[in-house]
């Protein structure tokens, strides 16, 4: 099974990296973009079985290592 | 005068941290290996150096907080024992949750490192009673995520309780309210960005980082 | 040798045709004589990268032959991973400078941290621990669309192996010019220091000697990066591409640490780093140096990704490896060390009496040669060459002279060459390991680093001024020898000697050819008469694309011993008051300057040409100078000549200087002329007098050409120019190229 | 127009980041994680409506400023 993590800063927490992405594009001659965020994008790979065990895991490793709280969320998906 | 430095794998200042603590308190510190489950009994000072430990892979600080030898340094910081967290040091003592907030990636992006301007906020606390009536420094920075954030009511609760030990002159990365420096509400626990381990003499990097090793020898005695 | 498998062929599509592309139609021959068969495909692989130019330094060998590499104070010179210098005490200083231009060319970040993370690895090698870092680097036209792009990648993967490995990175250099608009070259060089008995080597020395791989595990990374380094870019780089490594500065660290861990216990026999062409070259070289053989079974080669063939083991160029032979039976030591480190160690093989390379995977012979016509018996080439054309000498009075001084230094001030580069180095850490005394943000014209728990220091510079290698590269090679000695004499040192990196165009075009003879015999010239000698170093050929060479680029990187840190002395303490000295003389030698790009706009006139008999007498006279403690300030002439040197120090030391002229040629050519062998010196009066009968009695020339005070830069009292205008025009110039930084990625 | 972006390394480029989680969540008691790898996640706002466009134009993002095409691979998911 693999996960797929998605961590993110929170709403409100400032990010100069996805700013300067969206600048840079700007420059570049993309000037449809309007604002960026970047974030980290972590897949992992799972030797479980159970779908829901595997959610649990997931997300008990992200609180403990995968984000910090303080300026970030996450969001998982699963897949076989 | 009982101390202690802890090397993770990556650390890379702690020799610089060694020489400092050796020079100014006339005896070497232990040098404790992540590996081990604790630290020494009976330290006096623990020092968490600067470096890149585990590569500052995922986030800086983030898999050595999570280390065995950091479940002991914090229990040490609970019993009170005066611990200082330079640049790495400080992202650890965060990512342990032993200071408040988080550090981020440096607003301009890019790693600084100079001389650069510091000012002690308040000289009230164990690590910063030498500097008196001395309002500024030139202490060294070297780092890429040393953004300091908060949200508000931290940041106000901070400023209250009198643990923001040093601002920047000349705010280098974006750090909210210019903070360089905070200590624990118990006061035991310092974590700084600037560098004062590079400022114990005058062929490095100058002696303004002299008077913060003094303060903690002194506050032990 | 009946048993060897006869073919090999990959998931990848390796085949025998990519292998042969390598290797010319002559050398296939070689090959079939030498072996009295055809090689298979691993045994071509392993041909065609032992034979690349950057591995058998086939065509520079005969001519590398000609430079100075040994001296009294020399322990090892070129032929081992780095050469090492006496510094007394019992203490030994070890150093090297590599280029890692093609790759950095592709990718920038990773090119030029994989570029630190090689060198520094020839340097541990050796049992030393890197106290400093330093970077030479050539840039094409900074208007050129690709150029902040690889300014700001390459930058940033200087700083993210050195800051991460915790290694300062002191000093460097910096060039624009067209010519590297489509060959970037990025030179790094490393230094450490060790215990002079206590210096590990290659050569392996008993047969029946365990192998011992160590750090990271081999991947398909990097498969023919050394034959891509001896190759010209041209249509069809693109799929040169993944050839491009990643480096891991983490990994790298504990490697250290786990080396020099080792090497304190009685383990090691010989230790070689895995650099370009990896685990081929590392056996092959320690086996063949030491005149015995290597067994090596690839089964148990760390292995990261799964099904690699023989063929993708022998050459990839994962980074972080090293090869060691122990001595028998301390095998554990190692496994121990490397396992604390948290690093792979294997045991692959032995070293053999039999003189061959023996290798086994999956239980076959894939490859069995004789070692001496891989190494030994490489390939040697005496290319044809041809000088370059003399060029004239430029006579100042034929050109326009300029109304206003100040206002044509203000311009120098701000050119690509001359201003700060300080956007760079900011981005390294240049403070780690407490030793650094000056570093980049340092007036000095060396940088210094103190040998830990002394108060002696090493003086670390890097040189060379492709304008007059261009020009002439006779000159131009002696001035960049000349210019690392003068530097490291400026700061109050003794220079020991050089290391170098010799970055050229394709070599099988002679007028190339005749650049890269011309510079190394001049290079030799000023190493022999300076007593300088070359103790390692590295060439870097065919940086060309489409048939437009590079402008060729020798650069040197030169190293000095201080023996009393209170006796060193920068440029930024000049006070008001002082009188300014010039030590040597001033014809007003204009060709191939600064003055003559930017100011004329031309790229004409002959290099100036270094006397070096005066060289080192006026050096030998300041260093005397300073150690006598009379010389306040002192700082070399390069670049911009007289008045960009006071222009230096006058900023870095907050205090104008009113210059008075004198001499008998034009004013502009007095100010701006890079006649060599010269020195600024600012001291009080009273040393002043002191300093001028000295050099009386040395034969010096040296007069008094000015007064520090005020706050500008003047001559005969006009032409003045404020020094908050010149230090912003030398602060912003760079900043304001990268400013918004559109094309860098700013994802990093 | 939102577009979501993954860079990530190609096969066989080592990554370093993606180990290190990988063993420190190991070492954190997650014994079922056999590998990690690690990535960047960008997040675009566009003011384009045309989502074949849009498709394009981000293509040309990744390939001039968002990926390295020499060890990165990218893909795109747009959404309104
Ligand atoms: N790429 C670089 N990395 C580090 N320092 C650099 C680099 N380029 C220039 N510098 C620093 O800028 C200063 C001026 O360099 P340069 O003009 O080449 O000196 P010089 O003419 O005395 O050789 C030196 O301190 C040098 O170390
Ligand atoms: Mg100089």
Redesign the pocket.
Known sequence: MKARVHVYLKPGVLDPQGQAVATSLNHLGFEEVSAARQGKFIEIDLETADAEEAQKRVAEMCDKLLANPVIENYDIELSA | MKSAVIVYPGSNCDRDAAVAIERVTGHAPTMVWHGESSLPEGLDFIMVPGGFSYGDYLRCGAIAARSPITADLIKQAEAGVPILGVCNGFQILIEAGLLPGALMRNEGLHFVCERAPLLVETSQTRFTSGYGDTKELTIPIAHHDGNYFADTETLDRLEGEGQVAFRYGNNPNGSARDIAGITNANGNVLGMMPHPERAVDAKHGGTDGVKLFESVMGSVQ | MSQIAPEERDADGITEEIALEHVTSDEYEIILKELGRAPNLVELGIFSVMWSEHCSYKSSRLHLAKFPTSGDKVIYGPGENAGVVDIGDGQAAIFKMESHNHPSFIEPYQGAATGVGGILRDVFTMGARPVAL????RFGDPKHPKTRQLVAGVTAGIGGYGNCVGVP??????NFDKGYNENILVNAMAVGLADADKIFTAAAREPGFPVLYVGAKTGRDGIHGATMASAEFGEGSEEKRPTVQVGDPFTEKKLIEACLELMAEDAISSIQDMGAAGLTSSSVEMASSGGLGIELDLDHVPQREEAMTAYEMMLSESQERMLMIVKPGREHVAERIFKKWDLDVATIGKTAEHGRLVLRHKGEVVCDLPLDPIGENAPKYDRPHFPAEARAQIDPSDLHQPEHLGETLLQLMATP??A??RW??SQ?DRHVMADTAA????P??A?IVRVHGTNKALAI?T?CTPRYCFADPYEGGKQAVA?AWR?LTAVGADPIAITDCLNFGNPERPEIMGQFVGCVEGMAEACKVLSFPVVSGNVSLYNETDGRAIPPTPAVGGLGLIPDMDKRVGFGCMEDGDVILLVGETKGELGASLYMRHIEGKESGNAPRVDLAAEKRHGDYVRGEIRAGRAKAVH?L??GGLACAAADMAIASGTGIKLAYQGNVPHFAWMFGEDQGRYLIAASAENAEAMLADAKAQSVPVSVIGLAGGRFISINGGHAVDLIALKQAYENWLPDLMGAEPEARAAE
Do not use: F, Q
Not at chain 3, 134 to 137: F, H, Y
Not at chain 3, 169 to 174: D, K, Q, W
Not at chain 3, 439 to 442: N, R, Y
């Open positions: 330093m970077n030479a680097l990175t002191v000093g460097g250099e910096t060459d001359m700060s580069k760079i180095w390294y570093s980049s943000e340092d000095a014209d940088a510079t040189d210019e530097n070399d390069s670049d």
